[in-house]
């Protein structure tokens, strides 16, 4: 019998449910960050940090890891199982690259580069604050986190370049996990695309309005904000 870690449609389907996982997370993220953008003070922000250390919510981060491990896993295990069933040919069906988006097609190294960018974001907050408390150290003022990281017009538009990374792997990536669950007839193919990209779109345009409003903060080009 195929097993659900082991067959190619078991892999797709652990790659789907975490990477839905993963998105709700986002969501959440995304929201609480937008406090920072709606109250100058910083108090709000502040607050849903301090919400945030509570060690009932402390319980989701290994869980929350969990997720974005075995995703990671899986996506190394499918990509290179893809290739040995290509062997040399570059798509298993020779018209598959004029059907598929530039994001289906980049998947893989898309993944990197949002990676990459979660190492460094990692390093900027969390590190700081949630790692420092666990080690008994001093924890860092959110507030204070964003002023420095975003008080950088480089490190700001580097935020900006991954925002549109995640993007691309993710619009794909939400419309296929709905693929692979089986909600893909006929009817739904192009809708699922249609709210993959209104979806995601509003998910990243409300990271990148934090990161943008943050560093307009510090570089005083804010006149309401
Ligand atoms: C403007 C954009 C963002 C800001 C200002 C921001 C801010 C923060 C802050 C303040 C923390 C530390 C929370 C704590 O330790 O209590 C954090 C943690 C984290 N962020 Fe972000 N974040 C942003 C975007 C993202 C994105 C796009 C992702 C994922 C792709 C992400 C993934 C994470 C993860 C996995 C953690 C650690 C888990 C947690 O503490 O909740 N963040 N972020």
Known sequence: MAN????????????????????LFLILHMSLNLTSVFDASGETFQAVCDFMALPIVGIMVPILAAGFVIHIIYAFILTISNKKARGTQRYAVPNKAATDSWSARNMFILGLIV???????????????????????????????????FGSL???????????????????????????????????????KWIANIFVTIIMFGFAVTAIVAHCRVAGYCCCC
């Open 4 to 23: 659900i870690f082991t067959s190619s449609i078991g892999k797709k389907l652990i790659m789907s449910i975490t990477g839905l996982f993963l998105i």
């Open 115 to 149: 990676l990459l960018g979660i190492a460094l974001h990692l390093t900027d907050f969390w590190a700081k604050m949630q790692l420092a408390d666990w080690a008994g150290g001093e924890v860092a003022n959110p507030n204070d986190l964003m002023a420095a990281t």
């Open 154 to 192: 480089y490190v700001t538009i580097l935020y900006v370049v991954w925002f549109a990374a995640l993007w691309f792997h993710l619009t794909h990536g939400f419309w296929s996990a709905f693929q692979t669950i089986g909600w893909n007839n006929e009817k739904w193919f192009n809708r699922w």
